[in-house]
């Protein structure tokens, strides 16, 4: 029994100090502000993928002194007075003792760093880098003034490259000057790279140190804006890029697929969300992925359309009035294609004269075609009516995007297709027209002859 106590406090010991280490090493903030500052109490906040979260606050004491202390992981760190005066810093491996004070009022206005050789170059780089940046600015300003192509538009033109490339050269020296430093691995993804070359050719994504900046997800959203056709193959094509590189790391490969999720379930295209789940999520659900909160709220109903499951009750109105049991039109064919179209779609179509073909080919009993309108008028269905099947079924809530099935099934565009059998289970959701004919194929539904 004494033998099986100490090593169970022998297990214990060894935990907490593994906890110590992965927490980081133990580091003291502090340092003194201006007694004209007038507050009472500042805080720490950590920086994760360029978010401030608040992490810590304390009092400022009878010397205008303050005081942090605890385990911190590698990364920036910024302290607060307000929301609109804050100064930011790094705590490493390396320091123990970090000292901050602001002699002026306003934290920004003045810092004055020692005890981390690390910070000093920080703010020394933030400071040049501030230089660099109004003098491009101010070269830029002179340009607008004169007529393009201008000897002073010119001469505008060329200092601006000038400091530009001088800036360039600035990143690139800092960088080198310690490349392994948590500094230098984040400001060299500032570096500008000539037209051609590999984009994320300075962001590491094997570092996962650098979930602690605004490093990935600016480059991220940097890529996604300005190197990225702005269609669903183009989203798609970056995703894939983007996540295949973050794939080296799995933290990083965690942190960018959640704010992929975050970005896109915010400003959309609500299409390349879908992409990002089915793709990513669903897909690789074997992996114990972290997903975000508001993501995994979502989930839930991903994981009713998935093939497999089954089409809960629905009921649609037809153009005549009569609302009509989807369950009961499905369960009278052995294999049923929802079809949601709308008159002003294009590609509808272009799909409505093939589909037409093939059902006009099947037995009703056989292959059903349930044309989904997400028109709001009922005379644009009826004007586009003329190129459907003889049999079709058209139902609609005249609610565009807002019909009760078209929500269920997160259709974000026309034409979409789900294949359903007679019990309402889903076979497939083809992509596109090409899937869709492979499929019907694969079931032996017939096809006009080429």
């Known amino acids: 029994m004494i033998m099986r106590k100490k090593a ?6 060894f935990y907490l100090s593994l906890s110590q280490l992965l ?24 920086n994760i993928g360029g978010k401030f979260n608040p992490i810590d606050s304390c009092r400022i004491d009878q010397n205008n002194q303050y005081h942090f202390n605890g385990s911190f992981e590698t990364g920036y760190y910024s302290i607060f007075s307000s929301t609109n005066d804050w100064v930011q810093f790094i705590i490493n491996n390396k320091d123990t003792l970090i000292s901050i004070d602001f002699p002026n009022e306003k934290l920004r206005d003045s810092i004055v760093v020692e005890n981390s050789a690390e910070n000093i170059r920080l703010w020394d780089f933030i400071n040049k880098r501030r230089y660099f940046k109004s003098k491009i600015s101010e070269a830029y300003t002179q340009k607008t003034y004169h007529q393009q192509n201008s000897t002073e538009y010119n001469f505008y033109s060329k200092s601006e490259d000038s400091l530009k490339n001088l800036l360039n050269n600035f990143i690139l020296a800092t960088y080198r000057f310690d490349s392994t430093s948590f500094l230098s691995r984040t400001i060299i993804s500032d570096y500008e790279q000539l037209p051609g070359d590999d984009f994320f050719k300075y962001t590491f994504f094997t570092d996962d140190e650098l979930i602690r900046s605004g490093v990935l997800s600016l480059k991220i959203t940097q890529y996604l804006q300005f190197h990225t056709e702005y269609t669903e193959a183009g989203f798609t094509k970056s995703i894939d890029l983007i996540l295949s590189k973050a794939s080296e790391n799995q933290l990083v ?8 999720l975050d970005l896109f379930n915010n400003v959309g295209p609500d299409i390349i969300l879908d992409y990002l789940v089915n793709t990513y999520v669903l897909e690789n659900s074997c992996s114990e992925l972290d997903i975000s909160t508001v993501i995994s709220n979502k989930l839930e109903s991903y994981r ?14 037809d153009e005549s009035g009569t609302l009509n049991n989807i369950n009961d039109l499905i ?17 509808c179509q272009e799909a409505n004269p093939v589909l037409r073909e ?5 037995d009703v009993f056989f292959f059903k075609v349930i044309y989904i309108s997400l028109d709001t008028e009922l005379s644009d269905i009826l004007k586009t009516k003329a190129s459907f099947g003889h049999n079709w079924i058209v139902l609609s809530e005249l609610n565009s995007w807002d019909s009760k099935l078209a929500q269920h099934f997160m ?3 026309t034409p979409s297709f789900i294949l359903l059998d007679n019990n309402g289970i889903i076979i497939d959701k083809p992509k596109n027209m090409e899937s869709l004919l492979n499929q019907l194929n694969f079931l032996k539904i017939k096809k006009p002859a080429k």
């Open 8 to 13: 169970s406090q022998i297990i214990l010991i």
């Open 23 to 46: 927490l980081g090493q133990s580091t003291v903030i502090q340092g003194e502000l201006n007694k004209n500052c007038g507050i009472d109490k500042i805080y720490l906040y950590e």
């Open 253 to 260: 490969y965690e942190f960018v697929l959640n704010y992929l």
């Open 304 to 317: 009713s359309i998935q093939i497999g499951e089954k089409l809960p009750q629905f009921s649609l109105f």
């Open 331 to 347: 369960s009278l064919s052995n294999y049923n294609l929802l079809f949601f179209g709308s008159s002003n779609c294009a590609f």
């Open 358 to 362: 093939i059902s006009d080919l099947n």
């Open 411 to 413: 259709i974000h565009k």
